[in-house]
């Protein structure tokens, strides 16, 4: 009922205003709306048999949002349905639905005033980011007010309120009880011809609310008298960032701190007292046209990465990817191909040290060449026992791409990963660090314009976790409207193979893929099988449990 209330609230907000300006400004209604729907087929030897496969047997999820502009005012609203969803938690199914996100604001000049939710981020993201990561369940949003403020070179944001989601109640469109507020600044400086500097900096305050307070004292208490301490209310992070830019040369760091707070340690077994900092670069250059026929181009990409303590949560209560305040992706590879983004590394929040180095090389028109390197250690403090730092994540990649001609192209490369399996994904002892290499090939042939035939293939060779897998795909897409795939990812050689099956059976992970697009819509039907393992969209990764059904999804845009 509070749900239908406040939408006939928000509505007729909205027909009010739209009536006295109704003369002057018709205003314009936009919006889009997804879907999702899978049906679960029960597959022990794979491990699919998590509760929507004995109870449930299927999913829907639904979000449709709605977006209203007129005489400077906007006003935005979306319909959430979650019915026996695994989204939010993948060993377990939520239900709900109702208004899970609205928005109204104004623009004054260069004022915006805006109430309701809001998704917004303070430089790159790693003091605060509000976002949505739909098809892995994850909403920051942050309901509350806000206000961004632009002139010239001057950007100003400052916001007050709560995260979206409370983990008390497990209601995910109710708001977490804690006080967010945060302000943050940014100047653009033009000092030269192709010369820019950037400065920023921000700062956030979170406030734990009493019932959270009191739970943190009787964690405190519970633990031995050498581990207790005065936990806080408030805790405070500060950033500084700047970016300079000349020419094709861009360096962009910064640096982050966070007072002390109660923190969860690294096995999540009681609380401590640390306060946290990160250290950020990244440095990259990019040129192209060289050479007497004007081809060659060169681009170069290298990042650095420094995390200690830095868990910034709206609770200490909060685990894996919920309540997160600030947006901390790895810096590794985001790889897209199946068996190539199998071992990806989690960014390790208590402690980690991480550089990338990436190199595209275009020697030719019609060929691209494409290096790239990522290691991931842990702090000395967090290391081995004599304080030396753990390797934690190496990966070493190489791609050609080259196109034959105008009908055909291809692509060939070669992945190496080192992974430490119980790091990431917190296996027992029995799982050992993976050392996996994959090569891969990819052949796309275009009949015209509208219609193409590709072919991808991948092999991972391991002797550990599950075992060495094949993975290969044709998709044809047909027209401008049609897309059929087929694929299947074979485990060649099984390791940890569920109980009551047989070792040497090779096991089949099928896929069948068919969706039509016509203009902004696009619906599809799958068949899909999926091997445990970690899912990243958008740099943030969590561990999910096999899967073995039939998925259905649309979306359109209006």
């Known amino acids: ?44 030897k794979i491990g699919a048999n998590t509760e929507v496969y004995n109870k449930h047997k299927s999913s829907a999820d639904a979000w449709l ?46 004022l915006n005033l805006t109430a309701g939710y809001f998704y917004d981020q303070f430089g790159s993201g790693m003091i605060f980011r509000s976002y949505e990561e739909r098809m892995i369940g994850l909403d920051y949003a942050v309901q509350g007010l806000r206000v961004k403020y632009n002139y010239k070179n001057l950007a100003i944001k400052a916001f007050a309120g709560q995260q979206k989601g409370n983990i008390f109640t497990g209601d995910r469109f109710g708001v977490s009880p804690q006080a967010l507020k945060g302000f943050n600044a940014e100047y653009t400086f033009n000092l ?54 000349y020419k094709d040369i861009t360096l962009y760091g910064e640096y982050v701190y966070k007072s002390r707070e109660a923190i969860y340690n690294q096995f999540g077994t009681a ?71 199998r071992y990806t ?99 796309t042939y275009k009949f015209n314009s509208k219609t193409s035939l590709r072919i991808e293939g991948q092999y991972l060779e391991t002797g550990q976790d599950l075992g060495s897998f094949a993975n290969a795909v044709i998709e044809l897409n047909y027209t401008s409207h049609w897309s059929f795939s087929v694929g299947d990812m074979v485990n060649t050689k099984p390791l940890h193979v569920q109980p009551g099956f047989d070792p040497n059976e090779l096991i089949h992970y099928y896929s069948a893929y068919v969706g039509y697009t016509s203009g902004p819509t696009v619906v599809s039907l799958a068949y899909i099988k999926q091997v445990q393992g970690v899912n990243c969209t958008g740099g943030i990764c969590r561990v999910e449990p096999a899967f073995s059904g039939v998925r259905a999804t649309l979306t359109t845009s209006f």
């Open 65 to 110: 949002f709605l977006n209203y502009n007129i005489s400077g005012y906007s006003f935005s609203l979306r319909y959430d349905m979650f019915n026996n969803s695994p989204l939010l938690n993948p060993q377990s199914v939520y239900n709900k639905q109702g208004i899970g996100f609205w928005q109204a604001s104004k623009d004054i000049g260069g």
């Open 192 to 245: 030269a011809k192709n010369l820019r500097f950037s400065p920023g900096a921000s700062t956030v305050n979170r406030t734990l609310d009493q019932t959270t307070m009191n739970a943190v004292a009787t964690q405190i208490n519970s633990q031995p008298l050498a581990e207790r301490f005065i936990p806080k209310y408030n805790v405070y992070a500060h950033n500084g960032y700047a970016t300079l830019a």
């Open 345 to 443: 590394a989690v960014t390790q929040m208590l402690g980690e040290n991480a550089y990338q180095g990436e190199l595209i090389i275009t020697p030719k028109r019609g060929t691209t060449i494409t290096l790239n390197i990522s290691d991931v250690n842990s702090l000395s403090s967090n290391g081995d026992s004599l304080g030396r730092p753990k390797k934690l994540f190496r990966e070493r990649y190489l791609e050609i791409q080259h196109k034959i001609n105008k009908k055909l192209k291809g692509k060939l490369g070669v992945q190496y990963i080192y992974y430490d399996q119980q790091r990431y994904q917190q296996k027992d002892t029995s799982y050992h660090d993976v050392v996996a290499i994959t090569p891969f090939f990819e052949i």
């Open 271 to 341: 609380l401590i007292n640390r306060d946290g900092n990160i250290i950020f670069t990244t440095l990259s250059y990019s040129k192209a046209n060289l050479g007497k026929k004007k081809q060659f181009s060169f681009g170069a990409n290298l990042q650095y990465k420094r995390i200690e303590n830095f868990d910034f949560r709206t609770s200490p209560f909060e685990t894996l990817n919920n309540g997160l305040i600030s947006y901390l992706p790895s810096i590794t590879r985001q790889n897209t191909y199946r068996l190539l983004a």
């Open 1 to 44: 009922m509070k749900y239908l209330l406040t939408g006939l609230f928000f509505w007729g907000g909205i027909l009010h205003i739209y009536g006295q300006n109704a003369v002057l400004d018709r205003g314009s209604l936009s919006g889009n709306f997804m879907s999702n729907f899978q049906a679960y087929d029960k597959d022990p």
